[in-house]
């Protein structure tokens, strides 16, 4: 009767002692990154028993609450950003690993008719003759909304964009297409693609198209430094390059 028990109770003591070793990571990333932060959390969850918890912000934001001491285990953000960060200590500067790079595309509602854009002169032409033109508020931290501001000043229509703008604090843009606040969304590629009722048109014109690069690193105090790394690790394994491309990135060169 004993050993019968003993038998029973077995497997029911692996479980808690599994479980008693299972960490639960904070994942911080920019929003154009999240896509695939969150594709990898399943396959990873069933693998290793960890759990993981993924907020997202613009790359602006989330430097600035790393940078005020906001606990995190894994950070994903441009390599300029991670920098300060891990002079600071705040991410461990050995862990910090290319990930990937994104494209700015041009974003219209689904079935709408799609703007030509594929020179410089054209996707002029296509932002001038919108009604209303969605992008990130460059004041929220987010680098496509930093870079489109510059680029329309250079394009000599800053002032035409500035009073036709929908500008988004952050998220999904091309969410201002489906309600009707828009009718060209300007975003990174990755972030168009989530959003059911819009249709990507095309990346922007080489001559003025802009990549971002992304990287990701592990808190410097985290307390699940293996568990971490490992996540990271997992984002540049031999499945990542093919859920880049469905997430709309590129392999960082």
């Known amino acids: 009767m004993i050993r019968s028990l003993s038998r029973l109770l077995l497997p029911a003591a692996l ?16 929003g154009a990154f999240k896509q695939v932060v969150v594709a990898f959390v399943p396959a990873f969850e069933a693998r290793t028993g960890h759990k993981v918890e993924v907020q997202n912000d613009t790359a602006g934001a989330l430097a600035r609450r790393v940078a005020d001491g906001e606990a995190f285990d894994v950070l994903v953000l441009t390599p300029a950003a991670l920098q300060p960060l891990a002079t600071q200590g705040r991410v461990a500067r050995d862990s910090v690993t290319p990930l990937a790079r994104v494209a700015i595309g041009v974003a219209v509602k689904a079935g709408a008719t799609h703007p030509r854009i594929d020179t410089v002169d054209q996707f002029k032409d296509a932002l001038l003759a919108a009604r209303k033109v969605a992008y990130i508020d460059p004041a929220s931290g987010g680098s496509s909304g930093i870079y489109l501001d510059g680029l329309f000043q250079r394009m000599g229509i800053a002032d035409a964009m500035h009073a036709k703008a929908v500008l988004v604090p952050g998220g999904l843009v091309a969410e201002r297409l489906v309600t009707g606040e828009a009718d060209l969304a300007v975003h990174q590629i990755s972030e168009i693609l989530p959003v059911k009722g819009a249709e990507l048109v095309g990346a922007l014109p080489e001559a003025v198209q802009n990549y971002t690069t992304y990287a990701g690193a592990v808190a410097g105090d ?6 971490a790394r490992e996540f990271l690790a997992a984002l540049t394994g031999p499945q990542a390059a093919e859920t880049l491309a469905v997430k709309g990135m590129t392999p960082a060169r």
Not at 222 to 227: E, L, N, R
């Open 15 to 30: 479980l808690c002692t599994a479980g008693a070793h299972a960490d639960t990571l904070k994942v911080l990333t920019a």
């Open 222 to 227: 985290s307390a699940h430094g293996a568990a």
